[in-house]
């Protein structure tokens, strides 16, 4: 089922759009088989459980382990670095300050360069976390004083609801807002990424300029808790 679901995606998905098979509460064995059908890079949630499968991984399929790239995807504590930073390739989810001062500093004492998406409070719930464009701004004027840090784009999640037009408005502001910071910041020549749709909209963010998505049920089924 996971073969023929990474399949299908691919049949619609573009090939420079990369697609970040989400998979938090889903056992290896389930995770192998989309590494079978040629996905490689996965998304996790929870530092601890990024950090046992990565070990998990490197114990029983050390050949496999060296190929897969890991993305951050979830809200992160800075007392939690430890267990993320050694090994996400990308961090989707900076959406404090305060966080992307601790990943900073992190990487200035571990001699590392951190790859980074800001995340952007696009949806409607006031649950969600991530920076309005005013602040986003801010940093990007000031991304130099974060010799540590790769500014790598946004990433962002649509309002969880029914209604299409609202889901494109969410997508459409940021896709706008991501060609803005483009323009106006030339010398961030690494800030090309978009990371916006997730299983149930994916295909809407493709229209919007979409250079990842993020897909966990659509691919794995349920999640298994």
């Not at 998979?23 to 890079?41: D, T, Y």
């Amino acid at each position: 089922m996971i073969k023929q679901n990474l399949l299908d995606i691919h049949k619609e998905l573009p090939p420079d759009v990369k697609l970040v098979a989400v998979s938090k509460f889903h056992p290896m064995e389930a995770m192998l088989e989309a590494v079978e059908a040629g996905q490689l890079c996965f998304g996790e949630n929870r530092p601890q459980e990024l950090q046992k499968k990565v070990h998990d991984f490197h114990e029983a399929y050390p050949e496999i382990a060296g190929r897969l790239e890991w993305h951050f995807i979830g809200h992160l504590q800075t007392n939690k670095l430890k267990l993320v930073l050694p090994y996400a390739s990308l961090v989707q989810s900076i959406d404090s300050l305060h966080l992307l001062q601790a990943v900073d500093s992190w990487g200035k004492a571990e001699g590392r360069t951190v790859n980074i998406l800001m995340e952007m409070h696009i949806g409607a719930e006031q649950t969600k976390q991530g920076f309005v464009e005013e602040e986003a701004l801010d940093i990007l004027f000031n991304a130099s004083k974060y010799r540590n840090i790769r500014f790598c784009g946004l990433m962002g999640m649509a309002t969880h609801t029914d209604s299409e037009e609202d889901i494109r408005a969410d997508f459409s502001r940021i896709s706008s807002f991501h060609s803005y910071c483009r323009d106006l910041f030339p010398e961030l020549c690494d800030f090309r990424e978009l990371s916006i749709g997730m299983s149930d909209d994916w295909r809407i963010a493709l229209d919007y300029g979409a250079t990842m998505v993020r897909i966990g049920t659509a691919i794995f089924g349920p999640r298994q808790y």
